[in-house]
Nanobody, 115 residues
Framework: VQLQAFGGGLAQPGGSLRLSCAASGGTLDYIFIAWFRQAPGKEREGVSCISKSEDITYYADSVRGRFTSSGDNAKNTLYLQMNGLKPEDTALYYC?????????WGQGTQVTVSS
């Protein structure tokens, strides 16, 4: 199973975007889902993490209070709601599942924050 992130695009500073993460090639099973991002010239960084029961969440300091992870088990889809976007949020965003081992990286979705 490979996860694909989609829903990126261009947003103005202060704007919002909602990323989605869905599985291809099978049924999504996970212990938790992690969102990562990689900006040009920078290392990939963890942004958020959410457990399947959604009782455990983690947010990087740079996004806490602005980003929210959630899931819809019926739709087998995870979401990253991004509010109060800043130019420094510009990056390629990925989602990755952990079910005792890490899944494989899928294609990310580009988020660009610019006026």
């Amino acid at each position: 199973v490979q996860l694909q992130a989609f829903g990126g695009g261009l947003a103005q500073p202060g704007g919002s975007l909602r990323l989605s993460c869905a599985a291809s090639g099978g049924t999504l099973d996970y212990i938790f889902i992690a969102w990562f991002r990689q900006a040009p010239g920078k290392e990939r960084e963890g942004v958020s993490c959410i457990s399947k029961s959604e009782d455990i969440t983690y947010y990087a300091d740079s996004v806490r209070g602005r980003f929210t992870s959630s899931g819809d088990n019926a739709k087998n889809t995870l979401y990253l709601q991004m509010n109060g976007l800043k130019p420094e949020d510009t990056a390629l965003y990925y989602c990755l599942n952990y079910d005792g081992g890490w899944g494989s990286w899928g294609q990310g979705t580009q988020v660009t924050v610019s006026s």
